[in-house]
């Protein structure tokens, strides 16, 4: 079976969380789709997440293709005794209705008909930042990172954002003991410079795009304009660069244009967690997560964020008292489209059909 090593690793759990008691429908597979990669895993005890393993798309047909090559595996029939019956995906892509067609891949399929298929008596499908969304309050202290002060408080709401490919937005709403994620676009509302130098970077922004939206600027597309629009506004000619290598430069101290534009990334996206923060109230915390800003390590606690996110003028101390967290895990997705897994099955069982 395929892995992050070609080799089955389910000797190792990938988390367990003490706030994660019930878990019906055990052992369940989990599934984190991309564009690229099929990330799948068995939750063979409540919390407990092991043999992950990540298949690249292209290998495989469909995704129920890659569901049952993952599941033919005999390491996993091992761990599956009796079977799997319950599945959860996180698939990046929105999921409206039975049918689901990849945006950034050619997979497309009927959720109904792989669960007959593959033989599930539930089979669960969700766009991967709700289930992103849905992992905060399971992270293990060692699977976040504060960034500044604060205090979370409990059963407030939560907020998230994530700069990768682009940039999502949600947030975690707690009603009656339960968590309900928002189905955000927040990352399509319009970009607001806070200084003369990010006036500079719109004005270079809008030389190619008429609406320039706080994702235009704060996703790898992003870091790669703040860099073209730095050098631009500096009268420098410089060798367009994609955003992990303007990322590792400025990592590697080899260039301080590539760290002008990480730290000008960084300083935004705190502008605009600090405007998530204020607009859903989040005193229960906002959670960063996506590609970018977990690679950066040390050099975004460092960084100008934490000084933007407070700076809200007449609100600067409300913000002071949110806390901030870098997202750590590295499959935070399997712990959020578990918990949705398990309230789905228990809705069932309470409400079965006549």
Avoid at 50 to 62: F, G, I, K, R, S
Avoid at 158 to 169: D, E, K, M, Q, S
Wanted: aromatic share 8%; with cysteine.
């Amino acid at each position: 079976m395929p892995t992050d090593n070609n080799k089955a690793s389910s000797s190792q759990p990938y988390a367990s969380s003490s706030i994660i008691t019930s878990s019906p429908g055990i052992p369940r597979l989990l599934a984190d789709i991309g564009g690229t990669n099929a990330r799948f895993a068995l939750e063979t005890a409540p919390g407990k997440i092991e043999a992950v393993a990540v298949l690249p798309c292209e290998d495989y047909a469909t995704l129920d293709d890659a569901m049952e090559a993952y599941l033919a595996d005999p390491a996993i029939a091992e761990l599956a005794v009796g079977g799997v019956r319950y599945c959860a995906v996180a698939i990046a892509n929105p999921v409206n209705g039975d049918q689901v067609r990849m945006t950034n891949h050619h997979w497309q399929f009927s959720i109904e008909t792989v669960r007959r298929k593959l033989g599930f008596d539930q089979f669960l499908v969700v766009n991967d930042f709700t289930a992103l969304a849905m992992s905060l309050p399971y992270l293990a202290v060692d699977q976040k990172r504060q960034i500044g002060g604060g205090d979370a408080k409990t059963d407030n709401v939560i907020g998230l954002i994530g700069a990768g490919t682009g940039l999502g937005v949600s947030g975690l709403i707690p009603s009656n003991g339960r968590w309900t994620a928002l189905k955000s676009e927040g990352g399509h509302v319009t970009f607001s410079p806070a200084d003369e130098c990010e006036v500079g970077i719109l004005r270079f922004a809008w030389r190619e795009f008429s609406h320039v939206s706080a994702e235009r600027v704060l996703s790898g597309d992003g870091l790669e304009l703040i860099y073209r629009a730095l050098a631009d506004m500096q009268g420098l000619s410089v060798e367009p660069l994609p955003a992990p290598e303007i990322s590792r430069r400025a990592l590697a101290g080899e260039s301080p244009l590539c760290a002008e534009a990480v730290d000008r990334f960084c300083g935004m996206l705190g502008t605009i967690a600090g405007n998530v923060a204020v607009t859903l109230g989040a005193l229960g915390g906002i959670y960063i997560g996506g590609g970018i800003v977990p690679r950066l390590g040390d050099r975004f606690l460092a960084s100008p964020f934490r000084q933007r996110f407070e700076q809200k003028g007449r609100f600067d101390s409300y913000l002071a008292q949110i806390p901030t967290f870098v997202i750590t895990a590295e499959y935070p997705a399997f712990l959020g489209v578990s918990a949705i897994l398990t309230e789905n099955i228990s809705d069932a069982a309470a409400n079965p059909r006549a």
